[in-house]
C-alpha cells in the first residue's frame, strides 16, 4: 500500500486499527470494558474520518479504509487527538535522542532483562 499524504498513511494505519480494536472489543464485552478509544497523531486524519463531506481531494483513498470513518460515525469507536511527542507507539518507528528513548521505553513498561536477574 502506497500512501499518497502524510494524512492519507495515518487514516490507513488507523483504520487498520480499528479493525483490530472492534475484534479485540468483541473479545472482551463479556469484561465490560469501556468503549475503544483511538489516539492519532494527525488532525488531517481525525477531521476525515468525523467529516468525510470536506475531503474531496482524499476521494481515491480505497473504500476499505473507510471502516474507519464507518465506526465513528456509528460511535463504536472513538478517536481523539494525540500529540506526536507523547504517541508511544513512536517508540518503535523513530529514533529519539537517548533520554527521550528511556522515558518512552519506561512508560511502556520495557525492562531490560538482566537488570531485573541481578
Not at 28 to 54: E, G, Q, W
Request: hydrophobic fraction near 45%.
Amino acid at each position: 500500500m502506497v500512501a499518497l499524504s502524510s494524512c492519507e498513511a495515518e487514516y490507513i494505519a488507523a483504520s487498520e486499527t480499528a479493525c483490530q480494536a472492534v475484534w479485540l472489543e468483541a473479545l472482551m464485552k463479556d469484561y465490560k470494558c469501556l468503549k475503544n478509544a483511538l489516539s492519532v497523531d494527525n488532525k488531517s486524519a481525525i477531521d476525515l474520518a468525523r467529516h468525510p463531506a470536506s475531503h474531496g481531494r482524499r476521494k481515491h483513498i480505497e473504500t476499505r479504509f473507510h471502516f474507519l470513518r464507518e465506526q465513528v460515525n456509528n460511535e463504536k469507536l472513538q478517536i481523539e487527538h494525540c500529540r506526536a511527542e507523547i504517541q508511544f507507539a513512536n517508540i518503535l518507528t523513530k529514533a529519539f535522542k537517548l533520554e527521550r528513548f528511556r522515558w518512552l521505553r519506561d512508560f511502556i513498561g520495557i525492562v531490560c532483562v538482566n537488570a531485573t536477574l541481578n
